[in-house]
């Protein structure tokens, strides 16, 4: 099966204690596509500025990607500016500058209708609504969301999720989502607002499934130096559901596998700055460390 | 194979959201020695003042716990008091009177000197060595220990840690003691500093272990109301080694099923205050806590 992901395009600048990066690819349509691109065939849909750059281009077309919904508007791409601590945890955003993406509603070429598998990265919820009513019939719905549509478009983000079989989101943005203090209880309330399932993204601490009300847990690929963790989380979607897109089934196996797949695929994207670990990506070089990861996980 | 502990027989007055415990029987060897009672025999090294409640006594004798080398001197019990955030992770401690443990040199009976498996809790490490002193040939020692120590203790942690097997610590001492910003840097330098092994501790992101380089990562089981986190780490490294002294073996089998059953029994204790939930704890208990992670880490 091939993904139709929608999302943002954007030129980041990133600073973290390991260096830094200046209006380089980013977004979460580019980690997405980039890495479920080393599992099966995508479909993105996004805006960019007269000014995006050859390189963008170049990386997308290297990694195969479907680029008929990519919209150009006259303007600059979005940009984006962070700065990361120490710890590599905590962003501080600097700057974001919309610019064309203020005007993006996404328009789903004929050929992208009929996706069986659809992510709607992290954008607002009206313009995910928007996306959801020109697929046909999709086999499968994930979508991403964030503090920032939680507090301000709470109305739009439910209706959302009650059309969504899976939400992907960080563990902050869960507690803040479902009123919890506790993971755990954090993930069943989640499962009452809609979604069959949830993953929770814990960065260095691996990630948390709930599935029908049953818990699954992966620990994060043993990565000694994380130089950028920006887009870790798209690339862990878009391994997640390039696996089960791949296998074409989404029962409880599959859905295990892929958990321990976006894990792979992300833990490549944290090594350098930007997506450039995602060029040359191969299927090799992920179920490599996927196999490592089975490794550290079973007894 | 029994085991030795050293460590705090403490009467605890605990604060958290979920409630609060008053001079609650507490301390590093009560937590370890309650928990690992589920799996084999335990002799217990401490000390008491004449205030030692008859809880105190009866929660030992059920458990079967060899106290000939708990020794009651004249004043009070060692008492703790602290308070824990909305969040459980951050504890702020308010007093801490030593008392009795003062005067606390660790000397063991004739019959603890055989013992096969020891375990060295939280305490100043000059006495986790005096301790080392008096064991004859112990096929594996573990030990414990915390910021204080590896801040005001240095010499003699680094000599305990040359004399020890497998070191017991949280996530946020180990990059103290090795002064890494990572904790997979940290594991891996745990190893240069003695140890052949390294079990850290990640509370509701559970715990980590570095064997002799190779890395096993076990969640935590998933409880959906922490009341009391105190003591879950002793009740950790308690299951942990029950198990292997159990066993008897402590190959790389053995210790990743430790793991899994150090988090079985410190789910247990989280549950509520104090170190009840011990109380009757069974083996069946336990191995069905273990199934249930087993399942969540297994495609």
Tied chains: 1, 2.
Excluded at 138 to 159: F, Q
Excluded at 171 to 192: F, K, P, Q, R, Y
Aim: one cysteine or more; hydrophobic letters at 40%.
């Amino acid at each position: 099966m091939s993904i139709v992901v929608v999302g943002s395009v954007v030129l980041d600048s990133i600073r973290s204690p390991h260096g830094s990066s200046n209006d380089a690819l980013g977004g979460s349509a580019i980690y997405f596509a980039g890495a479920a691109a080393a599992y099966t065939s995508v479909k993105l849909v996004g805006v960019v500025g007269h000014d995006f750059p050859e390189e963008g281009n170049r990386f997308l077309a290297e990694r195969g990607i479907d680029t008929e919904g990519l919209t150009t508007l006259p303007g600059r791409t979005f940009r984006y500016e962070a700065e990361y601590g120490k710890n590599l945890n905590d962003r501080k955003t600097i700057s974001t500058c919309l610019n064309v993406f203020e005007q993006f509603h996404p328009e789903l070429p004929e050929s992208y209708r009929q996706a069986e598998v659809v992510f709607l990265g992290n954008i607002d919820p009206a313009l995910q609504l928007e996306v959801l009513d020109q697929v046909r019939n999709p086999s499968l719905v994930a979508a991403d969301t964030m503090n920032y549509w939680i507090e301000g478009a709470r109305p739009d983000l439910e209706k959302m999720l009650k059309r969504i079989d899976t939400l992907m989101i960080n563990d902050s943005e869960v507690l803040e989502l479902t009123g919890e203090t506790n993971l755990i209880a954090a993930a069943h309330a989640t499962l009452d607002m809609g979604p069959t399932c949830v993953v929770i993204k814990k960065g260095e601490h691996g990630a948390l499934l709930n599935r029908e009300g049953e818990i699954f847990v992966t620990p994060a690929y043993p990565v000694e130096v994380v130089k950028d963790p920006t887009g870790a989380g798209d690339a862990f979607a878009g391994g997640f559901l390039g696996h089960l897109a791949r296998t074409g089934t989404f029962d409880r196996k599959s859905y295990r596998e892929a958990m321990l797949h976006g894990t792979a695929v992300a833990s490549f994207v944290v090594e350098e700055f930007g997506p450039a670990p995602l060029s040359g990506l191969t299927t090799a070089d992920t179920e490599k460390r996927y196999s490592q990861l089975v490794n550290m996980s079973t007894i």
